[in-house]
């Protein structure tokens, strides 16, 4: 539906082009033709960026009107709301001017010069370039105005302070446009500018200090900020690192949430379904050369257990979980763990699964789920709920058995993490 | 000799089994499709821990991909519902609802729940007549004389649990079970309930046994449907 908007929206502004540009030549006037045809051109190419940002997924709430924002993102900091990014001159950006606008996406300034909240993520949209954000504006600026005002932020003192920002920016904001590296193809330098800049990935790929900022450019993964989901590291191949996938196979993750060996799942999912599924081919290949290209962090998270041999207190108490997964896992998943390549994942060898950070394989034991809807998966196979059915204990075992399972090693789950994965934030 | 070979290669074939597993066999079926949802909403595991699950099989299709909708775009409010529609087309949704609701399942015995012959009544002049002085309509005038819902999208009221019912109606008074949308019709209805007559109503749908394959009805009197169009419209309530 989604799609099928877009594509009418797309073809509407073509249309509507090719309405003016007749009239305009009809009444002999061509002074302006050229100048309107390229506005339309450009709104249609800032349609496509804006998706390639997932503008939508932070400025809408569900079910709400879209960009009209009122989103309530809730951090450690306090609880930010997305802004109206509408043209509506009272409560949108109607009065926002090309420059200001890049002002904000670059330089982290509102209009009147105030200082953004880097929840707005600055930090990777400076890289965008101005044309790029120009386009933006215009495909923002040909919208709808929705009057809809937004509550305030509620942050927590002192951060409610905003002059404070000065000094985060000086410490960890540095303004500047991508720089493409001569060292690379064109290719990955395409990638690396989708993924570092408007694709803004390192902002749940990363790990962010007590201050909220995320430490480099270099994705090597972390906790999401009010979620119960890790964002695993893109450069570490115990996580998520694609170095020794195919191209072809990390475009297909990208773009349909499902391969013979990993599902998206979460947040993730929902970026899939909102963003990525309609990138361009030649946009999706480049990202995919560029996450192909980082190396492996060394220091990145390991398992957190190695033993060869288990004792056999540990061996039983891993029983007790290997039952339950017989009754409720083992239908989906396989006594093997091997699962249905492509429909349910498996979970022997499963990096998802096995990663130092238990939090994801809580949460879709506690939450299940389904793969996002694309169009090359229409009709994704999904995950039940378990929370509906099993005790915090019995979540505990099942998640420890298949930590540990078919060859799989990784630290236990205790009941208190299965709790501590319940409640707020999804 | 074949006795022989034959007998190496079960062996062999056992042995291969116990090592590697039986490999997964998904059938290409809503019915697999739909397995998150059947773990609560299906027939085995309703006796679990608790019963508050409602029965969507036979549902009108209409309500079904109205409320899927709603709890996706959060206006309904639950959230497990939520997690696992969240990434769900309109087109995926309209499919699970069109599944779900010629899905013909047998109605499980009713639930015994023992009322006095004054709730009895109670229960029965609400249901069939409603109240006019307090513009409370006849459940039956919506939801169908047999009380098994109004196509396109008024759900049936029958097969439900007496807590199910209840958690409903209190969600209604309470401001609407529908997010910021406090003032549809149900919760209107619901608002002008007391404690009693809620309580009359749900033990006796509840109580009521449902045999054979009652369908949903097709009649609704233009001013009731009006009145509701908020929740039986295509669009599922929105602007």
Not at chain 2, 186 to 191: H, L, P, R, V
Request: hydrophobic content about 35%.
């Amino acid at each position: 539906m989604r799609h099928l908007t877009m594509t009418f929206m797309t073809s509407s502004w073509v249309c509507a082009a090719l309405f003016w540009g007749c009239i305009v030549f009809a009444a002999d006037t061509v002074v302006d033709e050229p100048k309107r045809a390229t506005g339309m051109q450009q709104a249609v190419h800032g349609a496509y960026l804006i998706r390639v940002g997932n503008c939508m997924g932070c400025h809408t709430t569900k079910g709400g009107q879209p960009f009209a924002g009122g989103r309530r993102l809730s951090t450690s900091f306090g609880i930010f709301v997305t802004p109206n990014i509408t043209p509506d001159k009272a409560t949108g950006i109607g009065l926002w001017s090309e420059e200001d606008f890049w002002q904000a996406l670059h330089q982290g300034k509102s209009r009147d010069g105030r200082l953004l909240y880097p929840a707005f993520p600055y930090t990777e949209y400076t890289k965008v370039t101005r044309q790029d954000a120009n386009a933006m504006f215009a495909y923002l600026q040909s919208l709808p105005p929705v009057s809809q005002s937004n509550p305030t932020n509620d942050i927590f003192f002192p951060y409610n302070f905003r002059p404070l920002l000065a000094i985060w920016r000086a410490l960890y904001f540095k303004a500047g446009v991508y720089e493409s590296d001569q060292s690379h193809s064109e290719d990955w330098n395409r990638g690396a500018y989708l993924v570092q800049g408007l694709g803004h990935c390192n902002a749940c790929h990363s790990t962010r200090n007590v201050l909220g900022a995320s430490q480099n450019d270099a994705l090597t993964g972390g906790q999401i900020m009010g979620m119960n989901w890790y964002a695993p590291s893109l450069s570490a191949q115990l996580e998520a690192g694609v170095g020794d996938w195919s191209i072809e196979e990390i475009v297909a993750l990208l773009t349909t949430g499902i391969t013979k060996r990993a599902v998206a799942s979460g947040p993730m999912a929902t970026v899939i379904r909102q963003s990525l599924q309609y990138l361009s081919q030649e946009d999706v290949h480049a990202m995919a050369v560029y996450l192909k290209s980082l190396t492996e962090n060394e220091s990145g998270n390991a398992p957190g257990v190695r033993f060869s041999v288990m004792s056999g207190s540990l061996r039983r108490h891993l029983d007790l979980g290997g039952q339950l997964y017989e009754k409720y896992c083992q239908t989906c998943h396989g006594s093997d763990g091997k699962g249905a390549p492509g429909i349910y994942p498996a979970l022997a060898g499963n990096r998802s699964v096995i990663m130092k950070s238990p939090v994801n394989a809580i949460h879709s034991v506690l939450n299940g789920g389904y793969p996002p809807t694309t169009a090359a998966n229409p009709k994704p196979y999904g995950m039940p709920p378990f929370q509906q059915i099993l005790r915090n204990e019995e979540v505990a075992l099942v998640v420890s058995y298949i930590r540990n399972a078919w060859g799989n090693r990784a630290s236990l789950v205790t009941a208190v993490d299965v709790d501590r994965s319940k409640g707020e934030g999804y | 000799m074949l006795r022989f070979i034959l007998s190496i290669f079960f062996c062999i074939t056992a042995i291969a089994n116990a090592y590697g597993g039986t490999p997964v066999v998904v059938p290409d079926t809503m019915a697999e499709r739909v397995k998150a949802c059947t773990i609560c909403h299906g027939a085995e595991d309703k006796a679990g821990r608790d019963a508050y699950y409602p029965r969507i099989a036979g549902k009108t299709q209409g309500y079904l991909f109205n409320q899927l909708r709603n709890f996706r775009d959060a206006r309904r409010y639950y959230q497990p519902m939520a997690i696992l529609l969240e990434n769900m087309s309109d087109e995926y949704l309209l499919e699970i609802a069109q599944y779900f609701s010629s899905l013909q399942l047998p109605y499980p015995a009713p639930e015994q729940i023992h009322m006095q012959s004054e709730e009895i009544k109670l229960a029965e002049r609400l249901v069939y007549s409603g109240r006019q002085e307090k513009n409370i309509p006849a459940c039956s005038a919506c939801h169908g004389d047999n009380l098994m819902g109004v196509e396109p999208a008024i759900p049936s009221l029958l097969g439900l649990s007496r807590a199910y019912i209840t958690a409903q109606l209190g969600g209604w008074r309470n401001g609407g079970i529908m997010r910021s949308q406090p003032s549809d019709c149900m919760s209107k209805i619901a608002k002008q309930l007391t404690d009693e007559e809620v309580n009359a109503i749900a033990k006796w749908l509840a109580s009521q046994s449902v045999s054979g394959e009652p369908s949903p009805s097709h009649i609704l009197l233009p001013e009731l449907a009006h009145r509701c169009s908020q929740n039986i419209l295509e669009n599922g309530g929105t602007k």
